[in-house]
Structure formats: structure tokens, C-alpha cells
């Protein structure tokens, strides 16, 4: 800087100038182009960055490398597109909300940011991340036009959470090994369709009504797994040996759940209205520390592996299956809270008394070990399903 200071007065003394407006750690407010421009020789930004409500038209962010801080806009209407070429790192949020014109968003250098939370942007159908958005802690995703989430190629995650996105078509994030918040997909095309072949390890992860789910990596979650409204026949985790509450509700097509390795339940597992599906095998099942909680039209279930059930144990289906292999479990202990499982019932009920499936049989083969009373939710602790159906709940479509 000294040496350039001598040699060339002129210049320094301008790109002084500029290098005290590189933002002072205050929100830099940004109306129009020419706003935008006072920053051009700045390679950071130090400070928030913020495209305000009367800006209109395209926005380039030239020379950028850095912002500090965040990059956020609310309710720009006006404004089309936005473009920041050098800009490889936000350090903060990249908030964008109401942008409703918003159609081009181009970011090729863009690797790192602290969150991502884009919301009503229904303009935009693609991100352009060209080189691919790497790190990153949250990315909440909502009532966008995004047809894919091409442009996040994360390794690692906090919650990932993509609701109402109506085109969105394709999820696949290749590189994704681990996400440490919620994972939730919902609301979006019924057409979706997700891939993450390398996530080994997840804490929470739920989706409604997605066209296909493939995680062929996925061994171990901590927090819950649940799909409620799939539009597909099979359903396979071939890794899988560990999760907490299990829950696979209203799924019409799904005929067949392969989770092979499946050994603990930190939870309750429930299988409900899956009228489809008539036979259900978790061959290596050995714990589940909350309710087992079946109903439904199906024929056969095997459990072969079971130890230790300490919730309660309730299962029903229109399906000819025999109990005896459950009131063994039961006289041995394996099954230690309240019991009630019935074949050949006409409606069959999950353990809080809703269907459990659709259309009627004639009822036989029916037993319970507390005369007629299906077990009741509250009673059992560990079941921990009162957070997923709550779940349920905020999405309800
Ligand atoms: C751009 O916005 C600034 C306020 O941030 C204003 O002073 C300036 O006149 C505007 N320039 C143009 C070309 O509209
Ligand atoms: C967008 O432009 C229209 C027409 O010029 C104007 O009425 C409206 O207020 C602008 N929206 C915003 C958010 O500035
Ligand atoms: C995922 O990340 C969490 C938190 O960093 C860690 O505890 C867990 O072991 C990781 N799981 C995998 C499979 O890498
Ligand atoms: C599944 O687990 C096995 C044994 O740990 C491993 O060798 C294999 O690569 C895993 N498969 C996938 C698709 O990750
Ligand atoms: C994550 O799962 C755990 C255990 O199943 C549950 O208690 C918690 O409420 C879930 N969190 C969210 C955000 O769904
Ligand atoms: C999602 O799936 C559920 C269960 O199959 C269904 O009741 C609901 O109507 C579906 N929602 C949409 C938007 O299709
Ligand atoms: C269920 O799917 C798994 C994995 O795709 C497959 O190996 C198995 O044969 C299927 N079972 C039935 C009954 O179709
Ligand atoms: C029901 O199952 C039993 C034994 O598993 C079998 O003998 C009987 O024929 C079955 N009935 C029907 C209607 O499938």
C-alpha cells in the first residue's frame, strides 16, 4: 500500500477511498446499480450487505470476493435478477424473501455461506451456483420456483428443510455425508424425487409426499425417521441399523419396506393406512424402546430378531395373520407394556383409536391382554410419538 502510495498518488489515493467505504461493520443499503458500484474494488465487505424494497431491475455485484456479514433483500418486488460473479463466501445469512420477480441468480464462485433462507421467490427455477455451494449451515428452501436443488453440493448440514416448492422435481445432493438438524421435505412437486446416496448419519429427517427417497448409505439417526403420503412401491435402507421413532403413515402405494440391518429403535414405531403393503419383515429388530404400533391389511409380519419391546405393543390387520408368535413374545416378556393384536378385524386401528386402513373384512383371531381397550398413547413415555404426529400437524396439506 506505501509502496503503491509513492509510486502511483492518483490511484492510491482513490482506492483509499474506496478501501474506507468497504463497510465499517454497519448495514450497507443498497437502492440500485450504482450503489453497488462505490463497491467494486472491494474484495471484502465488511459488514451486512442489504438490497432494498425500491430496488428494481438486475443487480451485479462485481469484485466481491467476501461479505462479512449477511446478504439479505425482503420484499424487493421489483427486482430480476441479481448476479455476483467473484463472490465466493457470505459469512452470515444469504436471506432472500419476496423477491417475486426474481428470475436469475448468479453466484458461480459462490462456495461458502453461513445459512441459506430463500423464501417466496417463486420466479426462480434454478440456483447458479456453478461451482457449487460446499458449506453451508442451514438451508431452509420455501415457495420457490426451484425445479431441483442443483447448486448445493453440501458435505455436511444443520437442518435442510425444502417446503412448498410446487416444481421442484429433483433432489439430489451427491456429496451430502451428514446433517445435523432436521431434514424435512414437504409441500413440494408430487413428482420429487431425492437422492442422497452418501448420507451415512442424520438426526431427524421426515418427508410427505415425495415420489422416490434413496439413501443407500444411511446407517444410524438419532432423532426420528418418518414418510407420511409416498407416491412410490418400495422403500429400502439397506444400511439402516439405528434410528429413534420409526413412523411410515398413509403411504397408498408402498408394498414393500426393506430395512434388512434395522436392529434398534431409539422410539416408537408405527406403520399405518399403508394399504399396500401385506408383508412386513425387520429381520434384525432386536429393541425398540417405545411402542410398536402396527395396523393395517397385511398378511404377515415377522420380527424374528425382537428382544426387548418396552412400549406397548399394538397390532391389527383386515390381513389372516396368526398372533401366536406375539403372545409367546409376550408371555416371554419380550413384549413388557399393554398388548392387543387382532387379524381378520374389519377396522383395524392404530393405538390411538384412528383407521388404520380403508375398507372392511369380517373380524376374527382377535386377542388382548387388557379385554378390549387398545392401548393408549399417553401411557407409554418412550414412545416420543407426540413430536412426530405434531409434525404432522404443521404440515398438514
Ligand atoms: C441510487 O440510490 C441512491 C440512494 O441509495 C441515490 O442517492 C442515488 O441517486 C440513486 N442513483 C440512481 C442512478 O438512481
Ligand atoms: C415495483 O414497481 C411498480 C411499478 O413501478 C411500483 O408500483 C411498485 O411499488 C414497485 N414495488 C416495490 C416493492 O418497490
Ligand atoms: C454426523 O455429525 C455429528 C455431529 O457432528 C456426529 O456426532 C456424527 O457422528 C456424524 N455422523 C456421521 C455418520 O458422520
Ligand atoms: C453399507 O455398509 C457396508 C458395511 O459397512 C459398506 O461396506 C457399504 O459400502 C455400505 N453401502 C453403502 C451404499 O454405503
Ligand atoms: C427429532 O426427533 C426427536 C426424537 O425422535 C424428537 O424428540 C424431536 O422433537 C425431533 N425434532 C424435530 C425438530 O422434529
Ligand atoms: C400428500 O399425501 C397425503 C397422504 O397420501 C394426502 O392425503 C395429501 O393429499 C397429499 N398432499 C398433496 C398436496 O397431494
Ligand atoms: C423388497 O425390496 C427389496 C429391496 O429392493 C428386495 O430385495 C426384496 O426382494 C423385496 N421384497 C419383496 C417381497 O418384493
Ligand atoms: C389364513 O391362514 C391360515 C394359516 O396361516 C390358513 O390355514 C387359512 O387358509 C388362511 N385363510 C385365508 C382366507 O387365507
Keep these: 500500500m506505501v509502496v503503491l502510495k509513492y509510486a502511483l498518488p492518483v490511484l492510491a489515493a482513490a482506492s483509499a477511498v474506496f478501501a474506507a467505504d468497504c463497510g465499517s461493520g454497519d448495514t450497507i443499503k443498497i437502492e440500485n446499480q450504482s450503489d453497488l458500484e462505490k463497491y467494486s474494488s472491494c474484495k471484502t465487505i465488511k459488514g451486512d450487505l442489504k438490497i432494498e424494497k425500491q430496488a428494481e ?26 448476479s455476483a460473479p467473484e463472490l465466493s463466501s457470505i459469512k452470515e445469512t444469504f436471506h432472500l424473501n419476496g423477491l417475486t420477480s426474481l428470475s436469475s441468480l448468479k453466484m458461480g464462485s459462490l462456495t461458502k455461506v453461513g445459512s441459506i433462507e430463500f423464501t417466496a421467490l417463486p420466479q426462480l427455477q434454478s440456483l447458479g451456483f456453478e461451482k457449487g455451494v460446499t458449506d453451508a449451515g442451514d438451508v431452509h428452501i420455501a415457495n420457490t420456483g426451484l425445479t431441483s436443488l442443483d447448486g448445493i453440493s453440501l458435505k455436511q448440514v444443520g437442518q435442510l428443510d425444502i417446503t412448498d416448492n410446487r416444481d421442484m422435481k429433483k433432489a439430489n445432493v451427491e456429496n451430502l455425508k451428514n446433517a445435523t438438524g432436521l431434514m424435512n421435505f414437504a409441500g413440494n412437486s408430487e413428482s420429487l424425487k431425492i437422492s442422497l446416496p452418501n448420507l451415512a448419519g442424520a438426526k431427524n429427517m421426515t418427508f410427505r409426499n415425495v415420489s422416490d427417497a434413496s439413501f443407500p448409505s444411511l446407517e444410524k439417526l438419532s432423532g426420528q425417521l418418518g414418510f407420511w403420503g409416498l407416491k412410490f412401491e418400495t422403500f429400502s435402507a439397506p444400511n439402516l441399523t439405528e434410528t429413534g421413532d420409526l413412523v411410515f403413515k398413509g403411504n397408498e402405494k408402498l408394498s414393500n419396506i426393506s430395512m434388512p440391518n434395522l436392529k434398534t429403535i431409539n422410539g416408537g414405531f408405527q406403520i399405518t393406512r399403508n394399504d399396500e403393503l401385506k408383508s412386513l419383515d425387520f429381520p434384525k429388530l432386536e429393541q425398540v424402546s417405545g411402542a410398536i404400533d402396527f395396523s393395517g391389511k397385511f398378511d404377515e409380519v415377522s420380527l424374528g430378531a425382537l428382544e426387548n419391546v418396552r412400549g406397548g405393543f399394538n397390532m391389527q390387520s383386515t390381513g389372516n395373520f396368526s398372533c401366536g408368535e406375539f403372545r409367546k413374545l409376550r408371555s416371554d416378556k419380550v413384549i413388557r407394556g399393554s398388548y392387543k393384536c387382532e387379524g381378520g378385524k374389519s377396522n383395524p386401528t392404530s393405538a390411538d383409536g384412528k383407521s388404520g386402513a380403508s375398507g372392511t373384512s369380517n373380524g376374527k383371531n382377535s386377542e388382548s391382554s387388557e379385554g378390549a381397550s387398545v392401548m393408549n398413547v399417553a401411557n407409554v413415555p418412550a414412545m416420543g410419538m407426540a413430536a412426530v404426529f405434531g409434525a404432522l400437524l404443521q404440515y398438514a396439506l
Design 57 to 82: 431491475g438486475e443487480l451485479s455485484l462485481n469484485g466481491v470476493q467476501q461479505i462479512d456479514g449477511s446478504f439479505t433483500s425482503e420484499g424487493a418486488g421489483n427486482v430480476t435478477s441479481i
